[in-house]
């Protein structure tokens, strides 16, 4: 396989550049999802009318007590993710991804990160694939790349279904709280003490932000902004239009608490239903590589006919090729966005 990769180079160097291109991209600017949801939330706050009101009030509101303790303490840091903010393209929506994570780095770090593993990533291909020097640069770029974005959208999808699952409960409280006559930021700081995991979390940058005099409907914004998650817009829109004018709190919270937990419910049903066709996809996605691999062990001549002659060539291009287009389609058909 790697004599194969040898004399062919362009054939790998022309993937590593796609798989480069495309996860910077992804990581810039957001998956076409991501960018919808993003328009979505912006009307959202544009509907309720929140925010800030000034460029001052805008670099506050986004911070909590403990962010403004550290940007004191870490002015260096800061200062190189101000340099790299000039040059990255949207800097500021790296940066979210990172705190989605819940990831407590500067961007300068992450990339860091990503430049140590390129690096080690292009000596382990050098010394133990033997790949030639350009062929294991552009691979190891490649892997710097890709490994620390997908860690980070994994973390930061996990930590967001955490959330939604938490935030029915969250909700409860509030209307509990608010029936027993205590104000809105006294039932999210209690929201912040007795829950647990990204919820508190949140919850308690909320309510530090509300201490320090930051606006309850300002600073619920700017969670929303910083999570991307259209429910939880519906419970911040919902207590900004209810504070600003007047209604029965407790009722229109219970109704959205009944309304979350009956699209968790339909969304468990989904995953039920489609759970054969995931299976299925993931049998018939393994398969050949398994087979490969038995393959190779037992008969390697018969096997290496694919890798060393042209027209193998051209079955591994068809046959991979293929295999992609069905991923896609399958994914497509069991994936629902409602």
Known sequence: MSDFLISNPLVPIMVCVI???????????GSPKERRLRRRLEEIMVTAGHGPKSKKDEMVAGK????????????????????????????????????????NVSVTTMLLVALGIAIFSMIML???VDLPFELALMSG????????????????????????????????????????????????????RDLTGPAAAEFTRVSDQIQIGIPMNQALMKSVQR?????????????????????????????????????QQMHLKIRALSSEARASA???????????????IINPDYIGTLFNDEAGHKVLYFSGTSMALGFAVMAKMVRFDF
């Open 64 to 103: 909590s007590v403990p962010e403004l303790r550290n940007r004191r303490r870490g002015g260096a840091t800061a200062a190189g993710d101000n340099r790299l903010g000039r040059i990255l393209p949207n800097f500021g929506l790296l940066k979210l991804k990172i705190e989605r994570a819940g990831f």
């Open 141 to 192: 770029l490649a892997i710097g790349v890709a490994v620390p974005s997908v860690v980070v959208s994994s973390r930061g999808k996990a930590r967001a279904k955490v959330f939604l699952k938490d935030l029915p409960d969250a909700i409860d409280l509030i209307v509990r709280s608010v029936k027993s006559g205590l104000p809105v930021s006294e039932a999210i700081h209690a929201i912040a």
């Open 126 to 128: 050098m010394i133990f």
């Open 19 to 29: 798989a480069i291109v495309t996860t910077v991209f992804l990581m810039a600017y």
């Open 282 to 296: 993931l049998i018939i996605g393994v398969l050949p590589f398994v087979v490969t691999g038995a393959l190779l």
């Open 227 to 263: 999570l991307g998650l259209t429910d939880y817009g519906f419970l911040a829109v919902s207590l900004s239009i209810t504070q600003e004018t007047g209604g029965n709190l407790s009722e229109t919270l219970s109704n959205l608490s009944r309304l979350l937990r009956s699209r």
